[in-house]
């Protein structure tokens, strides 16, 4: 438990470790990308666009609504400015390198980057009307099952892309999963994610927000260095999903917010969240499909495809939000 007595002292809050630097430093992408200050990789420039509001702020940038000028398309225009902190360059970095390999209906997708002279990084995405879903519990309250369902099924689609591309996401949770006014559910914000270049590559840096790791990634010494990364997926997805349906973070009472050691304690030493009276069979077991402690015994995104929980009526989605 080196990891426990490293970080001791230390008191976070729930959930961002954003500002923590990974064990094992981030790649950049080729230098083409990194270091052009001229080339756009869009038709869409930054003459192309105007500011309608921001939408968010955090880790180093801001992100706005945009218009594009000529089509009066909306989309969405993340920043992050020259002065930020290297590793949060490093990351915008990564996640642009993702972006231009990913093509899939369940990952949001990227119409262009370019790196301004004055050091801002900027990507053009698609603009998803409704925000995220941590936005849509805050605002219209839990989440029944068929919704659930609903959103299960499109993110396994989207993990099962990324994992059949090699690439680990490593911070799934309610506030990555985007959701557009067709209420299809996709996946976003890939800087701290990984491309697996080989098949024993190893996936164990500490990256991500803590509340969503699995327990081999807080304490590797007890559940394996290398661990299978595919499988933090599906523990990442498990507990995203009971959050959804109880209004708070599963392994806590609502409204407490942990330091980083009763995290810790919480998910390695307790036992998996249960479900309330009230919830299905089928959603209990596909639950306890996604959070088993040991990770080889995690269903993989094809298996939980054919749960079913997800292979219910599509009908109802999440029409009634």
């Not at 094992?24 to 509001?53: Q, W, Y």
């Not at 690439?167 to 949770?173: A, F, L, N, P, T």
């Not at 491309?195 to 081999?216: F, H, K, W």
Request: hydrophobic share 30%; glycine share 6%; net charge neutral.
């Amino acid at each position: 438990m080196a990891l426990v007595r490293e970080r001791r002292q230390v008191n976070l809050r729930l959930p961002e470790l954003s500002d923590r630097r990974p064990r094992f430093p981030l790649p950049l992408p080729p230098a083409s990308t990194s270091t052009s200050t001229s080339t756009s990789t869009s038709a869409i420039s930054c003459n192309d666009i105007e500011k309608i509001h921001v939408i968010g702020h955090g880790n180093g940038g801001t992100v706005y609504k945009v218009r594009h000028k000529r089509s009066s398309q909306i989309y969405a225009l993340k920043v992050v400015h020259g002065d930020s902190d290297p590793l949060v360059r490093r990351q915008i970095y990564r996640e642009i390198e993702i972006l231009r390999r990913t093509d899939s209906p369940y990952i949001v997708q990227c119409h262009g980057s370019y790196e301004k002279p004055s050091g801002d990084i900027v990507i053009v995405m698609e603009y998803m009307e409704l925000g995220t879903l941590d936005s849509l519990l805050q605002k219209y309250g839990t989440f029944d099952e068929p919704k659930l369902s609903h959103v299960a099924r499109q993110v396994l689609s989207g993990l099962s892309y990324l994992h059949g591309q090699k690439i680990i996401h490593r911070d799934i949770k309610p506030s990555n999963l985007l959701v557009n006014k067709d209420m299809k559910v996709k996946i976003a914000d890939f800087g701290v994610s990984k491309i697996m270049q080989r098949t024993l590559d190893a996936c164990n840096s500490y990256v991500g927000t803590c509340a969503y790791m699995s327990p081999e990634r807080f304490d590797p010494d007890t559940y394996g260095g290398n661990y299978d990364g595919y499988a933090g997926d599906i523990w990442s997805l498990g507990l995203t999903l009971l959050e959804l349906y109880l209004g708070h973070f599963p392994f806590l009472p609502p409204g407490q917010r942990p330091d980083w050691a009763t995290l810790m304690c919480a998910i390695c030493f307790g036992d998996p969240p249960s479900l309330p009276d009230g919830a299905s069979e089928e959603f209990r077991d596909f639950i306890q499909c996604c959070l088993q402690k040991e990770s080889s015994k995690r269903w993989t995104t094809s298996q939980l495809l054919s749960h079913p929980f997800v292979c219910k009526d599509p009908s109802s989605d999440l029409v009634n939000l």
